[in-house]
């Protein structure tokens, strides 16, 4: 990124992302990878009830958007932004693509993998660990969650 741009710039994506999932009925998760100069290379939501797949995180369909992108499947020097801690699916989908970096929003003490649970990237077996930074936005993120989950119990 250059000089004046923070890390909060493509958080700020990533959470319009989110907020745009909530409004497709998708928990609201959003995500961006960012190229070692800045570039954005993807930036997308949730889509797990749109397209039918328990797969689609926003974290995955960055990665493959991305990876298209580049026309690699290695995203090394790339960063993700996401607004919640990645879940273990995610965090081996990171792992595979060698992300350089993880700054996430909110944690996810019931379903997050990174630094709850199975704490992924810690384990003998992952095949990479990048370098993870939580709390990045995490008020704003922790609130477009606990918004759209009450809502859904109201």
Do not use: W
Not at 52 to 75: F, M, Q
Request: aromatic share 6%; charged share 25%; glycine share 8%.
């Amino acid at each position: 990124m250059s000089g004046n741009e923070t890390i909060d710039a493509p958080m700020e994506l990533a959470l319009k992302e989110a907020e745009a999932a909530a409004k497709r009925g998708e928990v609201p998760v959003g995500a961006v990878i960012v190229s070692a100069d800045g570039e954005v290379l993807a930036e997308t939501g949730n889509r797990i009830v749109e397209l039918k797949d328990p797969t689609a995180h926003a974290e995955v369909l960055a990665i493959r958007e991305a990876a298209a992108h580049l026309g690699s499947e290695r995203l090394i020097d790339c960063d993700l932004y996401v607004t919640l801690e990645p879940c273990a699916m995610c965090a081996g989908a990171i792992s595979f693509a060698r992300l350089r970096r993880v700054y996430y929003g909110a944690e996810d003490p019931k379903g997050g993998a990174v630094d709850n649970g199975p704490c992924f990237f810690h384990q003998p077996t992952c095949h990479h660990a990048p370098d993870v930074y939580g709390g990045l936005s995490e008020a704003p993120a922790s609130d477009l969650l606990r918004q759209f989950f009450a809502a859904r119990r109201s």
